[in-house]
């Protein structure tokens, strides 16, 4: 089983800042890839920044510039550092882990976390 928990969503005004975490706990062999994705109400879920266990990053176009996704491998955990805010970014916010569960032959899976909400009031 595989636990990812989230925090530091919240209320913020236009320009605002918010840095969200979330750690992943339980038993795996290791993690490929985190990341981080939002739906807001009548939307998909789309991928807003991935960062894998090397570092390597991608970003939605409507957040470059303005979030930074990083990660403590040795903590099993990953951060989205959201400036500039805007009220388009209001969502809720959900942290995915990629992992093989076993071993390395094992295939990878993707696990989500509960979600934390984003308000961005203008």
């Known amino acids: 089983q595989v636990q990812l928990v989230e925090s530091g969503g919240g209320l913020v005004q236009a320009g605002g800042s918010l840095r969200l975490s979330c750690a992943a706990s339980g038993t795996f062999f290791s993690i490929n890839a985190m990341g981080w994705y939002r739906q807001a109400p009548g939307n998909k879920r789309e991928l807003v920044a991935g960062?894998?266990?090397?570092?390597?990053?991608n970003y939605a176009d409507s957040v470059k510039g303005r979030f930074t996704i990083s990660r403590d491998n040795a903590k099993n955990t990953v951060y989205l550092q959201m400036n500039s805010l805007k009220p388009e970014d209001t969502a809720v916010y959900y942290c995915?882990?990629?992992?093989?569960?076993?071993?390395?032959?094992?295939?990878?899976?993707?696990?989500w976390g509960q979600g934390t909400q984003v308000t961005v009031s203008s």
């Open positions: 960062i894998t266990s090397g570092g390597s990053t």
């Open positions: 995915n882990a990629a992992v093989r569960r076993i071993s390395s032959y094992s295939p990878i899976v993707g696990y």
